[in-house]
């Protein structure tokens, strides 16, 4: 079973334009966590806090899952794609060898909160085409239990829901999960496979660990997850292969060595992107 080995805060910071956001893996407690990157939450109802957006920005050798709980968000890019990210909805953006995009908010008031995780990409898959999964959310599975749990299933697999999202190399486990006050959610994964729940509302339990909202639990290695509703609470349950290779990263360029790095630079600032 499971437990917690360590909780880290989120830390508050902001991002693109100004966008306030909370920030755990990447932030100075939690640099990486094999095979992520980062973790971003954002919520605010105060439009100055997101209005901005994120503008023209480029990535490379990873990608970038973007989950939408409340608002509007335009994504484009400079390859003409382009999609609207509802309040449910998901997109898993493999960068790949390179690309230029934009996330901006399609509202000007009311709320606006979500996730953005970034996955690393092995060394083999680093150039890659770029390649959107574009989900809606009515086309995530959502399996609801006689005890009260709510789980929606972006990537994996819980009882018959399989999520929508496929082709992904280090077969990432993606979940949306309320669980009531009293109740308990299990969850069987390979033992070996990098895991962490973030709660972002009320708080629960991992065996005589109390995770918070707002904070970032890592869980260590093994086969089964049990997580309980301390006073009821809602999280995401995240789990991925590890990838075990060096990492170099200069903001949006994920690569392996420095050489790669200063070839990501040259190609974005050749306009090869």
Same mark, same amino acid.
């Given at each position: 079973?499971?437990?917690?080995?360590?909780? +880290? /805060?989120?830390q508050? =910071?902001? $991002? %693109?334009a100004? &966008?306030?956001?909370?920030?755990s893996?990447?932030?100075?407690?939690?640099?990486r966590?094999?095979?992520?990157?980062m973790?971003?939450?954002f919520?605010t109802?105060?439009?100055?806090?997101?209005?901005?957006?994120?503008?023209?920005?480029?990535?490379?050798g990873?990608?970038t899952?973007?989950?939408?709980?409340?608002?509007?968000?335009?994504?484009?890019d400079?390859?003409?794609?382009?999609?609207l990210?509802?309040?449910?909805?998901?997109?898993w953006?493999?960068?790949?060898?390179?690309l230029v995009?934009?996330?901006?908010p399609?509202q000007?008031?009311?709320?606006?909160?979500?996730?953005?995780?970034?996955?690393?990409?092995?060394a083999?898959?680093?150039?890659?085409?770029?390649?959107?999964?574009?989900?809606?959310?009515?086309? +995530? /599975?959502?399996v609801? =239990?006689? $005890? %009260?749990?709510? &789980?929606?299933?972006?990537?994996?697999?819980?009882?018959?829901?399989?999520?929508?999202i496929?082709?992904?190399?280090v077969?990432p486990?993606?979940l949306?999960?309320?669980?009531?006050?009293?109740?308990?959610?299990?969850?069987?994964?390979?033992?070996?496979?990098?895991?962490?729940?973030?709660?972002f509302?009320?708080a629960v339990?991992?065996?005589?660990?109390r995770a918070s909202?707002g904070?970032?639990?890592?869980l260590?290695?093994?086969?089964e997850i049990?997580?309980e509703?301390?006073?009821?609470?809602?999280?995401?349950?995240?789990?991925g292969?590890?990838i075990g290779e060096?990492?170099?990263?200069?903001?949006?360029?994920?690569m392996?060595t420095?050489?790669?790095i200063?070839?990501?630079?040259?190609?974005?600032?050749?306009?090869?992107?």
């Amino acid at each position: 079973m499971r437990r917690i080995t360590r909780i +880290i /805060p989120a830390q508050t =910071t902001s $991002d %693109g334009a100004g &966008v306030v956001l909370k920030r755990s893996i990447g932030s100075a407690g939690l640099r990486r966590l094999d095979p992520f990157l980062m973790l971003d939450n954002f919520g605010t109802s105060n439009p100055d806090d997101y209005i901005a957006g994120f503008p023209d920005h480029p990535h490379r050798g990873f990608e970038t899952v973007t989950y939408m709980i409340k608002g509007l968000m335009r994504h484009r890019d400079n390859t003409g794609a382009e999609g609207l990210l509802k309040p449910g909805g998901v997109q898993w953006m493999t960068a790949g060898r390179g690309l230029v995009h934009s996330e901006m908010p399609e509202q000007s008031e009311g709320e606006m909160s979500g996730f953005q995780l970034w996955v690393n990409l092995p060394a083999s898959s680093k150039m890659c085409d770029p390649r959107y999964q574009d989900i809606d959310p009515d086309d +995530i /599975p959502e399996v609801d =239990t006689p $005890d %009260g749990l709510h &789980v929606r299933v972006i990537a994996g697999q819980y009882a018959d829901a399989v999520g929508p999202i496929s082709g992904i190399s280090v077969d990432p486990t993606f979940l949306d999960v309320t669980v009531p006050a009293g109740g308990r959610f299990t969850y069987s994964l390979p033992a070996d496979h990098t895991c962490f729940i973030y709660p972002f509302e009320g708080a629960v339990k991992v065996g005589e660990r109390r995770a918070s909202a707002g904070a970032l639990a890592i869980l260590e290695d093994g086969e089964e997850i049990a997580v309980e509703g301390a006073d009821g609470g809602r999280f995401i349950l995240v789990a991925g292969k590890p990838i075990g290779e060096p990492v170099v990263q200069h903001g949006p360029f994920v690569m392996n060595t420095q050489a790669e790095i200063e070839q990501a630079v040259q190609d974005f600032q050749a306009g090869r992107f």
